[in-house]
Nanobody
Framework: EVQLVESGGGLVQPGGSLRLSCAAS????????MNWFRQAPGKGLEWVSQ????????YYADFVKGRFTISRDNANNTLYLQLNSLKTEDTAMYYC??????RGQGTQVTVSS
């Protein structure tokens, strides 16, 4: 069974940092491009970042460039998203995604003073 389990979210003050993790199982993680998405309350799903199978190519949405960093550990089947310089508008549920039909349950990030 394919599973993606996100963790690492929480409540943080503006300017703070968090590191999100996504533990993958049930498929050949090291051969897949992976994505992070987010969904803020009352808004649609928004793409955040993508990393290719070996981590050599990364893409970011304009609104997170220079603040977020995507990475992966293929030996441990884990995807990461480092969130720095967080803003209140980054408040959302964050999801990792293998493909449009395979997404985790999400981890909540709340940025508030």
């Amino acid at each position: 069974e394919v599973q993606l389990v996100e963790s690492g979210g929480g409540l943080v003050q503006p300017g703070g940092s968090l590191r999100l993790s996504c533990a993958a199982s049930g498929f050949s993680f090291a051969t897949y491009t992976m994505n992070w998405f987010r969904q803020a309350p009352g808004k649609g799903l928004e793409w955040v970042s993508q990393i290719n199978f070996d981590g050599s190519t990364k893409y970011y949405a304009d609104f997170v460039k220079g603040r977020f960093t995507i990475s992966r550990d293929n030996a441990n089947n884990t995807l990461y998203l480092q969130l720095n310089s967080l803003k209140t508008e980054d408040t959302a549920m964050y999801y990792c995604e293998k493909d449009p039909t395979t997404r985790g349950q999400g981890t909540q990030v709340t940025v508030s003073s």
